[in-house]
């Protein structure tokens, strides 16, 4: 079975930087797509950024040009490069992995805090 797991969350100010990871294992594994996404108290899960098994890559607006994803040569890690975080980035983050035809995985979850 595959399982996500993230790390690299934690509490920083304002302008500050933080690296997610998010571990990929299982048999087998050749997602169409992986991704990040964030849920906020009171808020959707949202989009945050996505990479496809050909390296096209989609950002939410709120973060484009702060944040960069990116994975490993293995295909099997991503990593989620977050600069001048804002206060309105405080959310749980979560790995999403997609494979075809309709099978979604989630990781549990990192906690992002932005403030001062």
């Known amino acids: 079975q595959v399982q996500l797991v993230e790390s690299g969350g934690g509490l920083v100010q304002p302008g500050g930087s933080l690296r997610l990871s998010c571990s990929a294992s299982?048999?087998?594994?050749?997602?169409?797509?992986m991704g990040w996404y964030r849920q906020a108290p009171g808020k959707q899960r949202e989009l945050v950024a996505r990479i496809t098994n050909i390296d096209r890559t989609n950002y939410a607006d709120a973060v484009k040009g702060r944040f960069t994803i990116s994975r490993d040569n293995a295909k099997n890690t991503i990593s989620l490069q977050m600069n001048s975080l804002k206060p309105e980035d405080t959310a749980v983050y979560y790995c999403n992995a997609f494979l075809a035809p309709s099978y979604n995985y989630w990781g549990q979850g990192t906690q992002v805090t932005v403030s001062s």
């Open positions: 299982g048999s087998a594994f050749s997602p169409s797509a």
